[in-house]
């Protein structure tokens, strides 16, 4: 399996931005697609955007005009771009890539936002 990292995650306050990273341990150019999930205490993981191996993304509709994803196939990472954050954008985000390897995760960084 594919090794991945996010790094980014914070405490931020209402109105705030965060930039995610998820950087794989091998090729993403193989990838049929990266994502961020994120799952807040007491609920369900849910998918928040996924970017797939042609470009085409797609958003939650709670995070459609606040977040962007992107990715690098040269640094082998994927970016998470969270703008005008909410608090109940509170969670543990995690990096997914689906390839022909098969299904990998990453371990998860925290964003919280809080006044």
């Known amino acids: 399996q594919v090794q991945l990292v996010e790094s980014g995650g914070g405490l931020v306050q209402p109105g705030g931005s965060l930039r995610l990273s998820c950087t794989a341990s091998?090729?993403?150019?193989?990838?049929?697609?990266m994502g961020w999930y994120r799952q807040a205490p007491g609920k369900q993981r849910e998918l928040v955007a996924n970017?797939?191996?042609?470009?085409?993304?797609n958003y939650a509709d709670s995070v459609k005009g606040r977040f962007t994803i992107s990715k690098d196939n040269t640094k082998s990472t994927v970016y998470l771009q969270m703008n005008n954050l909410k608090p109940e954008d509170t969670a543990l985000y995690y990096c997914?890539?689906?390839?022909?390897?098969?299904?990998?995760w990453g371990q998860g960084t925290q964003v919280s936002v809080s006044s």
């Open positions: 091998q090729s993403i150019v193989s990838a049929y697609a």
């Open positions: 997914n890539l689906l390839d022909p390897r098969g299904n990998s």
């Open positions: 970017i797939n191996w042609i470009g085409v993304t």
